[in-house]
């Protein structure tokens, strides 16, 4: 059964330095999304991605955060300089349709900011 | 404004029991709305959705009740199992496509 995938399962980082979170959407899928669950919190939406430009996004998505589709098939998170309350699990998710129908989610990118 | 809530943050019930997990929604155009599982340290995972032309949608072991006059969603599990353990979430899914969740449930089968 296809999945969505995203590496690494854990990434540690210091204050003010860049990550990028990778993602591997189900491969017929049309849109792309990241997520993200502050420990003990329900999980809130940041980006929604079609077409390679950015459909929606979140207060949370400020100028710090990027996302990016560089090839047919990964789909990235790139924070330009992490803070502490970055500090989260993120979530990469897709689904074939705009509509109805469930989005796939990753297992998540833990992400600690030190 | 968009908000969707869950009215009880744990829920502990015994094995073979079945188990009633609720949640309420702000936004009464909203028309699409779905449940999720999440066992910890994993992503979350879909059980089962439900238009808002539709009252009652049934899966495998899992019921959905949709009352829009209230602006209620209930998650029923029947015989829950010890593996049915894990934090329940419902979502709003927009226009745009994105999902609203809710604050979650954590439910506990006890064997």
Avoid at chain 2, 41 to 47: M, S
Avoid at chain 2, 90 to 106: D, N, W
Wanted: charged share 20%; with cysteine.
């Amino acid at each position: 059964e296809p999945e969505v995938t995203q590496t690494p399962s854990h990434q540690v980082t210091q204050m003010g330095q860049e990550v990028i979170l990778r993602c591997v959407p189900i491969s017929n899928h049309l849109y792309f999304y990241w997520y993200r669950q502050i420990l003990g919190q329900k999980v809130e939406f940041l980006v929604s991605f079609y077409n390679n430009e950015i459909s929606e996004k979140s207060e949370i998505f400020d100028d710090q955060f990027s996302v990016e589709r560089p090839d047919g098939s990964n789909f990235t998170l790139k924070i330009r300089s992490t803070k502490l309350e970055d500090s989260a699990m993120y979530f990469c998710a897709s689904s074939p349709f705009l509509g109805t129908g469930e989005q796939f989610f990753g297992p998540g990118t833990r992400l600690t900011v030190l | 404004g968009e908000s969707v809530g869950l009215h009880l943050p744990t829920l502990s019930v015994q094995e073979g029991d079945n188990s009633i997990i609720n949640c309420a929604y702000s936004n009464s155009a909203s028309d699409y709305f779905i449940w999720y599982k999440q066992e910890s340290g994993k992503g979350p995972q879909f059980i089962i959705d439900i238009r808002s032309n539709m009252d009652k949608r049934q899966g495998q072991r899992v019921t959905v009740l949709l009352n829009k006059t209230v602006k209620h969603l209930s998650l029923q599990i029947a015989a829950t199992q010890p593996g049915d353990s894990a934090v329940y979430f419902c979502a709003e899914k927009s226009q745009g496509g994105k999902l609203i969740f809710g604050q979650g449930t954590e439910l506990s089968v006890k064997p």
